[in-house]
């Protein structure tokens, strides 16, 4: 079985809607075995309402939270009986294959590297979500880990980006292009300048070139290079315009009788086509290169994209990413 450490306290929905999540998967999926994580009296509260083969699911007992809100470092430090760092430590110490958790992102950024470690060759692990585009998804890496990043950084996140789309999103040979202001080579900052010949040179990955943000929405790259700053940019943007752009349609669905008739009829195929665009179909945002999976849910997440997120570690350990990105960056000079 692969084994999925899910922090049980961490996100604004919990413990519900993670404990949820969980026994939404396993009911799903039997080669999965999950370590509920967290404070045990209120876990099992929520698990009595549930059916479920306990063979595959165990709660570990953790007395403290860590809360959005608290320094990073000093949080990691201080709460080694947090529902999040025990977690960790038991992807660290092998006990599990994969960590999930909806709760503060800075902590699990710090202590994914500093508890589980970096895999053999990673410079810095890009946080990289699935995104949605018009026909299908997108990598973004990074969205959201390293703010100041250098061009032997984007090199690596291509490499590990392109293993992860092929393997577990199942794009053969997946195009990798690098966010620039404009199409031409000679284009962009100082980063771009310098990243873009070396990612020409990769000859292990399908690097098309440059994409300007306007064309990512369209299924431009499959897999999009990024810092972190850009990245999240990005995706704060893309949130936001998909939230706003959902409720200026609800909104003229609603304006009067006639709007409503038709709102009726288009019900079906208006959901069926929302449902594509919607990110938490896809997990959460793994974050590539450590010694085992970690993946960060949003702070607001449900069952289902809990569900998925456990679902995608399970994808992940099956088909060996870690080795194969070890393969990829042998080459390559380390840190």
Known sequence: MIKVALDAMGGDNAPKEVVKGAIEAINISNETFIYLVGKQEEI??????????????????????????EPPVMAIRK?????????????????????VSAGSSGAILVGGQTIVGRLKGVQRPPLAPLVPTM???????????????????????????????????????????????GLEEEKGNQLVKETYPLLKACDDINFIGSIEAREIPYGGADVVICDAFVGNVILKLYEGLAGGLLKKVKGVLMTNLKTKIGALLIKKNLKNT???MDATEYGGA???????????????????EIKNSILQ???????????????????????
């Open 44 to 69: 099992n509260k929520e698990l009595s309402q549930y059916t479920y083969n306990k063979e595959q699911l165990e709660v570990v007992d953790a007395r403290d939270v860590i809360e959005t809100g």
């Open 79 to 99: 709460k080694k009986d947090s529902s999040l760092v025990k977690a960790l430590y038991m992807v660290k110490e092998k006990k599990a294959d994969a960590f």
């Open 135 to 181: 026909d299908g998804v997108f990598l973004l890496a990074d969205s959201g880990a390293n703010v100041d990043s250098r061009p032997d950084f984007l090199v690596q996140w291509a490499k590990m980006g392109s293993i992860y789309m092929e393997n577990v999103v199942g794009i053969k040979n997946p195009r990798v292009a690098i966010v620039n202001v």
């Open 274 to 276: 929302l449902k594509t």
């Open 286 to 304: 793994p974050l590539i290169g450590l010694n085992g999976l970690v993946v960060k849910t949003h702070g607001n997440a449900k069952s289902k």
């Open 313 to 335: 570690c399970v994808k992940f350990t099956k088909m060996n990413i870690n080795d194969k990105i070890v393969k990829s960056l042998e080459n390559m000079p380390n840190a």
